[in-house]
C-alpha cells in the first residue's frame, strides 16, 4: 500500500498546457482501469474530476484530459487558467477492496 | 444533490476512542459503496476504508487494521467509523465519500463531504 508517486509541484502560464504523472506499480496502476484525479482547494474537499482513466464527470472542463500508460498515468490540463491552481491528486484500485492515492501535486498558475 | 455530512470530531486522547458519523442524503445509500478517506495537516490524501453498499464487505488501509471499524446503517442512511487506540499520526481531517459505481466499490469516491477533524493530543 505504497503512495503513488506524483510531482511535488507543476507550474504554467496562463493558456499553455501541463502533465501531472501518477506513478504506481503492476498491482495499482497497471492492472486496472479504476485511475481516478481530484483537485483539492485550499480548505476544500477534493473534487473528482477524472474517473477510468479518461472519463470526465458531468461539468468538469474538457481541458482536462487523463491517460495511462503501463504503471503511470497523466493528467493535463490544456490552456491552464487561474482557476486551475490548486492540489492534484490521483488514485487507484489496488486489488482486494483497497485504494491508494497519489502523494500530490500543488499546481501553480504563473 | 449528494450531500454528505462528518460529524463527530474533537480532540482525543492517545488511546481513547472516538465515533465518526456521516450522514447521507440525495442518492440511494444503501445502493451504494462508501469511504473514509483522511487527510493529516498539511498532507496529502490517505485511503482508510471501504464498506460494500449491503455492509458486507469491508477493507482497510493496513496502518489502522485491528483498530478502526468502518460500518453503515442503510435504514438511517449513516456511515460511521469507530476509531479505537487512537495515535497521535491518526490526527487528520476525515472524509467520508461515495463510491462512484453502484452496488461495487473499485470505482473509487466520486462524491465527498466536508470532513471532521480529529485530533489524537494529550
Known amino acids: 500500500q505504497s503512495a503513488l508517486t506524483q510531482p511535488a509541484s507543476v507550474s504554467g502560464s496562463p493558456g499553455q498546457s501541463i502533465t501531472i504523472s501518477c506513478t504506481g506499480a503492476?498491482?495499482?496502476?497497471?492492472?486496472?482501469?479504476?485511475v481516478s484525479w481530484y483537485q483539492q482547494h485550499p480548505g476544500k474537499a477534493p473534487k473528482l474530476m477524472i474517473y477510468e482513466v479518461t472519463k470526465r464527470p458531468s461539468g468538469v472542463s474538457d481541458r482536462l484530459s487523463g491517460s495511462k500508460s503501463a504503471n503511470t498515468a497523466s493528467l493535463t490540463i490544456s490552456g491552464l487558467q487561474a482557476e486551475d491552481e490548486a492540489d492534484y491528486y490521483c488514485?487507484?484500485?489496488?486489488?482486494?477492496?483497497?485504494?491508494?492515492f497519489g502523494t500530490g501535486t500543488k499546481v501553480t498558475v504563473l | 444533490q449528494v450531500q454528505l455530512v462528518e460529524s463527530g470530531g474533537g480532540v482525543v486522547q492517545p488511546g481513547r476512542s472516538l465515533r465518526l458519523s456521516c450522514a447521507a442524503s440525495?442518492?440511494?445509500?444503501?445502493?451504494?459503496?462508501m469511504h473514509w478517506v483522511r487527510q493529516a495537516p498539511g498532507k496529502g490524501l490517505e485511503w482508510v476504508a471501504v464498506?460494500?453498499?449491503?455492509?458486507?464487505?469491508?477493507y482497510y488501509v493496513d496502518s489502522v487494521k485491528g483498530r478502526f471499524t468502518i460500518s453503515r446503517d442503510n435504514s438511517m442512511n449513516t456511515l460511521y467509523l469507530q476509531m479505537n487506540s487512537l495515535r497521535g499520526e491518526d490526527t487528520a481531517v476525515y472524509y467520508c465519500?461515495?463510491?462512484?459505481?453502484?452496488?461495487?466499490?473499485?470505482?473509487?469516491?466520486?462524491?465527498w463531504g466536508q470532513g471532521t477533524l480529529v485530533t489524537v493530543s494529550s
Open positions: 503492476s498491482s495499482d496502476v497497471g492492472s486496472y482501469n479504476f
Open positions: 465519500a461515495r463510491d462512484g459505481e453502484k452496488y461495487g466499490y473499485s470505482f473509487g469516491p466520486d462524491y
Open positions: 440525495g442518492f440511494s445509500f444503501s445502493s451504494y459503496a
Open positions: 488514485s487507484s484500485y489496488a486489488g482486494s477492496g483497497t485504494f491508494v
Open positions: 464498506t460494500s453498499y449491503e455492509g458486507v464487505n469491508k
